[in-house]
């Protein structure tokens, strides 16, 4: 069911990832993102997803709810796995068939692509989105690309943007949820019939749930204002974020990271994609 996806949600505790800096998680999270783009072995991607358990320890963030995050891209893991499995060519032939074949390379390219996106997805979970609420997330993105006012760049503005539409994730699949629920009870089918059919059906879904997003955007901007609310320059803040020992051993760990990958994509031990 849609209301059991945990994307963008927040997950409070007292755990050690809980508790540090959201500046820290923001760059742990870009440091892991930049080790993934760069494997090029098996060893590598292995290093990336026991890099993720740990750390997935540290968050004491129960195993059920990671996987539930996992369930709207299982669409996209099957089809980029089948993508790179047929169009990859290479030099070991293990199947063919007509105009199909699948090849060694294939197989292992379709296989990283494949755990690259699912450990991108439940890292960046894991790292932010279940560990930071929003608000300490657009903290932290502001003081980051503070160097960018220099410029004129609306950083505030911009990280509010950005937590604000991750906060609304969890809230428009439940939306989604609750008019799938009322379209059915009126007869509405969305499993049955061809592809067109089940399209067409999506079309009583999709208008209420565009008008709510557009309603609740609009009762969010009258409440903000309501508050008098402008962010930006004078703003104040109740905890002030602050670097502790943990903090830099985490972007440390960040950094080792990134270069333990580089080093094993050298090793002539290592599967190249």
């Not at 893991?77 to 105009?99: C, D, Q, V």
């Not at 803040?237 to 760990?253: G, H, I, K, N, V």
Request: with cysteine.
């Amino acid at each position: 069911m849609l209301k059991d996806v945990t994307l963008g949600q927040y997950f409070p505790g007292e755990s050690p990832l809980h508790r540090a800096d959201p500046r820290t998680k923001v760059v742990l999270s870009l440091c892991y993102i930049i080790a993934l783009f760069c494997v090029k072995s098996a060893l590598g991607m292995l290093l990336c997803a026991l890099t993720l358990v740990c750390f997935h320890a540290a968050s004491r963030i129960p195993l059920r709810t990671v996987l539930s995050g996992v369930k709207p891209i299982l669409f996209i893991l099957a089809f980029t796995f089948l993508i790179n499995l047929f169009w990859t060519r290479g030099e070991t032939l293990l199947f063919s068939w007509k105009f199909i074949r699948i090849y060694r390379e294939g197989i292992v390219t379709a296989l990283m692509m494949a755990v690259r996106i699912l450990l991108l997805v439940t890292g960046s979970g894991i790292f932010l989105t279940y560990t930071t609420s929003p608000i300490m997330l657009t903290d932290a993105i502001e003081q980051l690309l503070s160097p960018l006012k220099k410029i004129k760049v609306p950083v505030h503005d911009f990280s509010m943007m950005m937590t604000i539409a991750l906060r609304f994730i969890p809230t428009l699949i439940e939306e989604t949820d609750r008019i799938m629920d009322a379209q059915k009870a009126r007869g509405a089918s969305f499993s049955t019939g061809g592809l067109i059919r089940r399209a067409k059906a999506l079309i009583p879904i999709l208008i209420p749930l565009f008008v709510c997003a557009f309603k609740r955007a609009d009762d969010l901007a009258v409440a903000m204002e309501c508050r008098c609310y402008r962010g930006g320059e004078g703003r104040t803040r109740m905890t002030r974020l602050r670097f502790s020992p943990a903090d830099y051993l985490m972007m440390l760990s960040g950094v080792l990271l990134i270069a333990a990958v580089i080093l094993l994509n050298h090793l002539p031990v290592g599967i190249a994609l």
